[in-house]
């Protein structure tokens, strides 16, 4: 490592005194079959695999150590390859995100991706071949520093293996984007970086890593190491000889680049820098000058650590790692009550999907009922159905579907199949009074103990349980569609929900692997309300006049995941018109009733579009139904009032107390509406556009909070 790069990884370690520091261990061992003796780097930060092993400055100049201590053997002739492992289950994760967050320069982040290739790059360099053993969990820069070896082999056992970079709004800088592409060909490294990244960073598996090429071998993970050895010494004494296919440098690389494009463009609409950064990179490493693809990801990595996106990135990625497994404002865990039965009032698909949900994750009898014998059946037969699938994907064994099949049951009478039942959920139609009664004839035949649970989407719980002999045992739990697919579970705890009952709630949360949050009784809570806002001015403003096109292009900027009206045909007509009456009820001067989407519903239709050519048009019968003013606004207008509508109705919650800080707006919007990390949610866009300030007087976040620290 050069003087230069050794000072500013000096200088950065010194902002960064609470780094968990990643020892290099070298040990020693001779190789079987007579092939020489053999140094095996070690990376372990001295914790157990729930404390991954990450590279800050400092243990990256630790590695830098062993290798000058293993470049002087090689050099000497005291060994025949050097190895780099990791501890068990990990390899290692990359750099430290923690440390990320308190660069304040252009010039500390450029000495991180400096720091790094300077010291990976001495892998390649050495005089003797090396060898990387992917033995657990490796991302980013853990997955880097195994791409400048001579050779790599991959545990059949590893979980995950990803690099993650673009997702939180980095490229790849240790190597990435100009190595991978250069050893496994443009079209497999652009599906790692960018497509995998920006579909919910998707993970690899052992199998996949070894299929892609990135790996040479392949070994079983409980003798991984020792049989990673044994096929080290063969390829060393020559008897295993590695040929890997030569890399199409041709149309096939444009191509590749091209297609990197439009995936970026699908998923950000060029509202994120990050993917085209690394495609840029990809694209110049087709010449195959390495050095050219490291300088150039060293300066797209101090650029965008200089930016607020991969701010909000970090910001959001800490969330949904750590605020979403301590919710904030839940009781004490040890008030919770066990729940070894749970039934579920209603056998349509919501109530099916919940039934399904509860019987994989807790995997105790779970019983639906309904109004007749036929829905009951439909309802046991699509989660029977869904077990099927899931046995015949492999992702279960035949005694555990036969199990999971014999645990479930539907019944007419609600006294036979919740008299022992310890957390009963309703799914009915989403009317007051019907679910009143259905909470009534429940706890006329339920446990003293048992929770009642409703999977609300806008109406007020405490009303729900306003006539019942015990109120304090109902409980919202709000799930969002698809259920399998999304983690939010907002947790609505009423005017006389008491702690037992709510923690209890948390503890069904935790063992269903959902994001709860906890949210107070108010109209349509956290996601709905301020989807139906940013909705209803989308709405508004096609009512006054402006084209329905120029409305849905005004918010592409954002990098949602669907257009508004996309999304309202996946939600449906109705139960969008549902949720803004149900809000225009409680707050007249800010939800209005689009009497457009009031007709769209009145005709039955299931959205504004028809896909006759492959995309998007707007239904001429949806056209013709239109009323429209003749106000016309611009995309930038639109855009405008969509905001300050947004960033007023946050305002307003927080004011309100719906939930604890602003974190927990944003937590809820990307679990359970899909919105981009590079966005953080969506206060700290917010924020960075000054939207915040010029509708409220202030930010929602403290300065250095999702953003680069003053």
Known sequence: MSTTTAELLKGAAALFPDEVVTQAHVRHLELPFGAGRFALITLDNGLDHTKPTTFGPQSLANLDVAISQVEAEAAAGDIVGVGLTGKPFIFAVGADLKGVE?????????????????????LSALAVPTFAYYNGAAMGGGVEVGLHCTYRTVSQAIPAFSLPEVFLGL???????????????????????????????????GKQVY??????????????????????????????????????????W???????????????????PAAYRALEIIEAAKSGDLQAGFDAEDKALADLIMGGELRAGIYAFN???????????????????????????GAGLMASQLALLFLRRLEVPVVLTDIDQERIDKGVGYVHAEIDKLLGKGRINQDKANRLKGLVRGVLDKAEGFADA????????????????????????????????????SLSVSEMASKLQHPERVVGFHFFNPVAVLPLLEIV??????????????????????????????????????LTRFMGEIQNVIDEGTPVAVAEKAVEPLGLPMSPLVLLELVGPAIGLHVSETLNRAFPDRFTVSENLAAVVKAGKRGFYVYDSGKPELDPEVAALLKQGDVVLTEEQVRDRVLDAVAQEIGLMLDEGVVAEAQDIDLCLITGAGWPFHLGGVTPYLDREGVSERVN???FLAPGVASVPA
């Open 319 to 345: 969330l949904v790692q750590k605020r979403g497994k301590r919710p904030a404002g839940a009781p004490s865990k040890d008030l919770a009550r066990p729940v070894t039965k749970v039934g579920v009032v």
């Open 102 to 122: 308190l660069l304040k320069t252009h010039e500390d982040a450029l000495a991180i991706g400096k720091g790094g290739h300077d010291v990976f790059k001495r």
């Open 254 to 272: 444009d191509q590749a680049v091209a297609k990197g494009r439009f995936i970026a463009d699908s998923k950000v609409h060029g509202a994120a």
């Open 422 to 457: 310890d957390f009963i959920i309703e799914a009915v139609f989403e009317e007051m009074g019907v679910k009143q009664q259905v909470f009534a004839e429940v706890e006329a035949v339920a446990p003293a103990h048992a929770i009642l649970a409703t999977n609300t989407s």
């Open 211 to 252: 299929e892609l090429g990135i790996a040479d071998a392949i070994f079983e993970g409980a003798d991984f190491l020792e049989q990673s050895l044994i096929w080290t010494a063969s390829v060393l004494k020559g008897e295993i000889k590695i040929e890997r296919p030569e890399v199409d440098r041709g149309e096939a």
């Open 171 to 205: 490229v790849p800088g240790w190597g990435g984007c100009a190595l991978l592409p250069n050893l496994i060909g443009a079209e497999r490294a652009v599906s790692v970086i960018i497509e995998n990244s920006l579909n919910q960073n998707k993970q690899l598996k």
């Open 697 to 699: 007087g202030k930010r």
């Open 493 to 530: 705890r009423g005017e006389k929900t008491d702690d037992a009952s709510l923690a209890t709630a948390f503890g069904v949360a935790k063992k269903l692997k959902k994001t709860a949050v906890l949210v107070k009784d108010a109209p349509a809570f956290v996601v709905n309300r301020i």
